[in-house]
C-alpha cells in the first residue's frame, strides 16, 4: 500500500500513552521516533520525509546518537507528525485547531423581510412558485390548516433531531405560502387560523435563525411573530414568542434585556388559561438570564416560581401544544444549567447528568448542549478527565446535528481547556474534536 501523501492524525491511544507524552516532555525524539514506528507504523523514510529531513539524520536521531535542538525543526516535526504543540511545549500548531473554528460567524444586516419578499414588493417574480401564486387562487379550507399545522409539527420535531440551521428554506417558504393565503381567506374563522399558522411558522423562521447563530435576522422573524400574535390577541403565544427573544439577548450577552422580556412575557401570559406550564417555563427563562447576572437570590426565586407553577400544571387543563416539550425532566436539566450558570457546578452536575439520563436519543442537539453543560460542570470541579471524557460523548452527538449553536458551545469548552493544554485528555479531546467538526 503506497504512504499516504501527507500528515495525518497519530492514534489517540499513543498520544495518551504515558510512554509517549513523557519522551515529548522531555524531548526526547528518540523514543519519540522509535514509538511513532512501532505503534503508528511510519518508517524513518516516511518520518524524514514528513518532517523535512535526510533519512540518515532520522536514523542518527533513532540510535541517540544526534539531538534536535533547534525550534525550527521541532515545530516542523510536530507539524509532521501531528504530534499537538502543547506536548512538546509549543504553542498550539495551526492544524490543531483551524482558524475557521475561531471565527464566528458574519452577522447579515438586520431585515425584516428576505430578498425574495422585498423583490415580490416590486412586482419581480423570481420562481415558478410566485407565478403559479398569481393564477391559483386557493380556498382556504379547515383540512388545509390541518395540514399545515402537522407540517410546523413535523418541523419542530425534525428541529429537534437534526438542528434548525438546515430547516430555514423550508419553514421561510413556508410562511410566504401561508401570508399569501390569508389574503384569500373569507371565513372569518379560517383566516385567524391562517393567521396563527403564521405566526407559529414567524417564531419556527426566528428560531431557525437563531440556532444557525444569525441573530439580527432571528430577531426580525421573532418581530414579525409577535405582531400577528398580537393582531389575533393571543396572549400566550405573544408570551412565548417573547421567551424567545429572552434566550436570544442571553446570547448575545444582554443579560438585563433578556430578563426584562422574560418579566414581560410573564406579565403577558399571567391570567390566561391555562397558563402554569407557560407560567413556569417563563420563570426558568427569567432564571437564565438572572443567573448570567449573578443576581444568585433573585435566580433561586426565579427557579422557585418555575418548579411551583410546574406542579400547579398537573392539576390544569392541557397546555398549549407548543409548549408542552416542557417536562418535567426538561425542568430538572434547565435547574442545573440555571444553577451552573450562577457558578454553583456541585449543585448544577446532578441535576444535567439526571435530565440527561432521561432524555429521549432522538433529542440529538438537546442531548449534545446539556453533555456540554455538564462537562463544563465537571471541569469546574476540577474533574479534567471526566470532563474530556463527556465532552467526547457531546462530540459524537454534535456531529448529527447541523447547528452552528452547538458549535459555538464547542469552541467555548475549548476556550476553557486552555490551562490544562499539555493534558493528555486534552489533547485527545483535540483530536476528536478535529476529527468530528473539521
Given amino acids: 500500500m503506497p504512504a499516504p501523501k501527507g500528515p495525518c492524525e497519530l492514534p489517540t491511544a499513543l498520544l495518551r500513552d504515558p510512554e509517549m507524552v513523557h519522551a515529548c516532555r522531555i524531548r526526547d525524539f528518540s523514543a519519540i521516533f522509535r514509538l511513532v514506528r512501532r505503534r503508528a507504523g511510519i518508517y524513518p523514510s516516511r518520518i524524514a520525509a514528513l518532517c523535512g529531513m535526510t533519512p540518515s539524520r532520522v536514523g542518527e536521531i533513532m540510535s541517540g546518537r544526534r539531538k534536535l535542538a533547534h525550534i525550527d525543526v521541532i515545530e516542523r516535526v510536530a507539524d509532521g507528525l501531528r504530534i499537538p504543540g502543547a506536548m512538546l511545549g509549543l504553542a498550539h500548531r495551526p492544524w490543531e485547531i483551524p482558524s475557521r473554528a475561531m471565527v464566528t460567524e458574519p452577522e447579515p444586516s438586520p431585515v425584516a423581510r428576505t430578498e425574495q419578499e422585498e423583490e415580490g414588493d416590486r412586482g419581480g417574480m423570481k420562481g415558478l412558485d410566485d407565478i403559479l401564486s398569481l393564477v391559483n387562487e386557493d380556498c382556504v379550507t379547515r383540512p388545509m390548516l390541518t395540514a399545515i399545522q402537522s407540517s410546523i409539527e413535523d418541523y419542530w420535531r425534525r428541529d429537534d433531531q437534526h438542528g434548525g440551521a438546515a430547516l430555514r428554506p423550508a419553514v421561510v417558504g413556508q410562511l410566504r405560502h401561508v401570508q399569501r393565503l390569508m389574503v384569500s381567506a373569507t371565513d372569518d374563522g379560517l383566516k385567524r387560523g391562517m393567521q396563527s399558522l ?3 411558522l414567524a417564531r419556527l423562521a426566528g428560531w431557525a435563525y437563531f440556532d444557525a447563530r444569525r441573530y439580527s435576522t432571528a430577531r426580525s422573524y421573532f418581530s414579525q411573530a409577535l405582531l400577528l400574535a398580537k393582531d ?97 425532566t426538561k425542568l430538572v436539566v434547565d435547574t442545573g444549567i440555571a444553577l451552573a450558570q450562577l457558578g454553583e457546578p456541585h449543585k448544577a452536575e446532578p ?88
Fill in 198 to 200: 403564521a405566526a407559529e
Fill in 232 to 328: 389575533i390577541g393571543d396572549r400566550q403565544f405573544i408570551a412565548n414568542v417573547l421567551s424567545c427573544m429572552s434566550l436570544l439577548a442571553t446570547y448575545e450577552g444582554g443579560a438585563g434585556e433578556a430578563a426584562a422580556l422574560a418579566c414581560a412575557a410573564q406579565d403577558t401570559a399571567r391570567d390566561t388559561s391555562p397558563s402554569a406550564l407557560v407560567m413556569s417555563m417563563l420563570h426558568m427563562r427569567e432564571a437564565f438570564a438572572l443567573a448570567s447576572l449573578r443576581d444568585a437570590a433573585a435566580c433561586y426565586k426565579a427557579i422557585d416560581k418555575a418548579h411551583q407553577n410546574f406542579e400547579r400544571a398537573a392539576d390544569e387543563g392541557p397546555a398549549p401544544q407548543w409548549v408542552r416539550y416542557f417536562d418535567e
Fill in 351 to 438: 441535576l444535567i447528568a439526571e435530565g440527561f439520563r432521561r432524555e429521549n436519543a432522538t433529542q440529538q442537539r438537546g442531548r449534545a448542549f446539556h453533555a456540554f453543560w455538564l462537562a463544563t460542570t465537571q471541569l469546574q470541579q476540577g474533574a479534567l478527565d471526566q470532563a474530556c471524557d463527556t465532552a467526547g460523548l457531546a462530540l459524537e452527538l454534535a456531529t448529527s446535528v447541523e447547528s452552528p449553536r452547538v458549535t459555538g458551545h464547542v469552541r467555548e469548552f475549548h476556550a476553557r481547556l486552555q490551562p490544562y493544554a499539555r493534558e493528555t485528555s486534552v489533547i485527545a479531546f483535540e483530536a476528536k474534536m478535529r476529527e468530528a467538526l473539521f
